[in-house]
């Protein structure tokens, strides 16, 4: 087996390549090697919860010779996927699912009368989420035997929010429990037979109890170990030892260091979270993006209406409010990784006079459909949900393809949904949101904002070209090779009926092409003659332009079938 710091050189080494997620990994290595040593990593069953850390987990389960070909294009996944290797137990794109997922695990072993061991690997801002304390709430009724490995790097991808970070906070800087612990540590270690770590444990818990009322766990059936030196190898795999012979459920708590080993991860772990390829420690410089045109025209928006506030999941960098934050500090949000909870809010927020404005990547408004429909739009509540990554496919694959937000909202009465083609655009579209009230759903994908792009025409004109305002130039080139004039649909929902009835009762050929699932999309409400789009089907990893080409949605092959279609 690798040593960590071998299997650290190895994540590095080939992240600097492809991208990816740097500093979560690099924070889990000592839990992904003490898993593989106590663990069978083929028949005992590994939930990871998110996925972000564990590319430690793929070198050490058969994957270290195809590690190179990471987030590429037929190469290995970002995520655990079963469909990879049988070491994943689950598909882990989003947080806060693998509670559930291994609860439900644990259970079918039970009914089988099975003895694999199931694990769940959950950050501490995942257990914050949602779906994690249902979970919680239903293991002791669900499994007599569950372990739950607790990763607290004290980082989600932004600062993690709420009560239950202050408690794990507390849990770990006790100042004389751990003049107690370090104590029973040095002796503690020092027992080899597995009956005198057990007792060693359970002394430990009981003085946790008596310092600092930790039995949180223990309410939900859980025996609580910990907290763990998770960068100490040989106390993680003692810890893990001990959870797999007890026969209760236990919950290690093991405390690491995102970016751990990397000295620039180590100092800006929010930037080496999701990263591209990167030289000299440092990511590539890039264009502003969408992201940043959203926040600022949002604090445009928050400078002229007092009503303006901004909410996000977690994610304030990634969706560009960090500068609304710095400016408008009461008036920012951060709910921590809960969705649900982010538009119940804002619908709570809008009730109350204010006007919100949500900052949410496509692939994880997936898990709030039903707030907004349930929440927002049976009320008309004047809310904006700003959806980053609209239409986005690309290196993290199945689990975070943004393409089928349109087609989900779409069937939601109240709901606008418009989509800027420029920055100029994005900035007028939140304007009239604003000004116009009730729900509005702003799409925009991810990378370079231009400032301004122009829908044109071509001769003969025979084809009428309608697109999601993201591939404006994509439909330029198609136009200007079948002849026609290119729509770039602003407004999503509703339509242009009075253009699109003109260009019928002219003959033209309605022609869709849209950055999301064909089905459900645009094409399906301006009932085009030919439909472009992302076909019924999970789309893999790979770059962008290799995907498009792929599925026949570059400008040449969507060119050639309209022609083909004479």
Known sequence: MKTPSEIRSRIVEVVGKTGGHLASSLGAVEI???????????????????????????????????FDTLRQFGG?????NPNESPADAAVAGHAGMALSVALGMAAARDRK?????????????????????EA???CAHATGKLIVVLNDNEMSISKPIGSFARFLGRLITGVRYNRVKKAAERAGHGLKLTFLRNIYHEVESRIKGLFLGSRYFEQFGLRYIGPVDGHDLEAVTDALTVAKEDKRSVIVHVVTKKG??????EMEP???????????????????????????AVCKLARKDSRVVALTAAMKDGTGLSRFADECPGRFFDVGIAEEHLIGFAAGLAAGGLRPVVAVYSTFLQRAVDQVMHDLAISNLPVIIGVDRAGVVGADGVTHQGLYDLAMLRSIPNVRIVQPKDAEDLEALLSEALERGGVTVVRYPRGTCAAQVEARSFEPGKVAVWCTADWVEKANRVAEKVGGEVVAARSLKPVDEALLESQRAAGKLVVSIENAAVIGGLGDAIKAD???????????????????QAYGLDANSIAERILAHG
């Not at 009368?113 to 304390?133: C, I, L, P, Q, R």
């Not at 751990?260 to 991860?265: F, K, L, T």
């Not at 030919?530 to 498009?548: R, S």
Request: charged share 20%; aromatic share 12%; hydrophobic share 40%.
């Open 270 to 296: 929010t930037k080496f979270h999701g990263i591209g390829a990167f030289a000299s420690g440092q990511p590539v410089p890039g264009r502003p993006s969408w992201s940043q045109a959203f926040g600022d």
């Open 32 to 66: 992904a090697c003490a898993l593989a040593k106590v663990f069978d990593p083929a028949r005992d069953r590994i939930v990871w919860d998110v996925g972000h850390q564990s590319y430690a987990w793929k070198i050490l389960t058969g994957r270290d010779d195809r």
């Open 113 to 133: 009368g099975t003895d694999e061991h199931v694990v769940a690997v959950v950050g501490d801002a995942s257990m914050a989420n949602g779906v994690s304390f």
């Open 76 to 80: 290995i996944s970002g995520f655990p």
């Open 530 to 548: 030919i439909k472009f789009g992302w076909p019924d089907e999970f789309i893999p990893h790979g770059k962008p332009e290799e995907l498009e």
């Open 260 to 265: 751990y080993g990397y000295r620039p991860a």
């Open 136 to 138: 919680l709430n239903n």
